[in-house]
């Protein structure tokens, strides 16, 4: 299995950044699978804000487009999400993912999540 541990979550004003990072272990091969950053916030689903493939694609959220950057760098097994200007609403729970995508689809039994980084924006 694959564990996943992320940091960097925290308090910002609006407008500020944070980097979230996420480093990876265990069995799965890092660099040839799909990294990403879900968020859940209080009474709401979890929500996509951006993946990376193994070959460096990237797609985000609507909400997060412009603003957030995902990168990953796979001699180190990370992965990681810049964010700027910060928003209220970006408060929430941050999640890091590990899975295998096949044809669009995520394969079964290779799909991990980390214990999520706390981010609170708010003056």
């Known amino acids: 299995q694959v564990q996943l541990v992320e940091s960097g979550g925290g308090l910002v004003q609006p407008g500020g950044s944070l980097r979230l990072s996420c480093a990876a272990s265990?069995?799965?091969?890092?660099?040839?699978?799909?990294m990403g950053w879900y968020r859940q916030a209080p009474g709401k689903q979890r929500e996509l804000v951006a993946t990376v493939t193994a070959g460096g694609s990237t797609n985000y959220g609507d909400s997060v487009k412009g603003r957030f950057t995902i990168s990953r760098d796979n001699a180190k097994n990370t992965v990681y999400l810049q964010m700027n200007n910060l928003k209220p609403e970006d408060t929430a729970v941050y999640y890091c993912n590990h899975r295998r995508v096949v044809g669009g689809m995520t394969l079964s039994g290779i799909n991990y999540w980390g214990q999520g980084t706390q981010v609170t924006v708010s003056s």
């Open positions: 265990g069995g799965s091969i890092f660099s040839i699978n799909v």
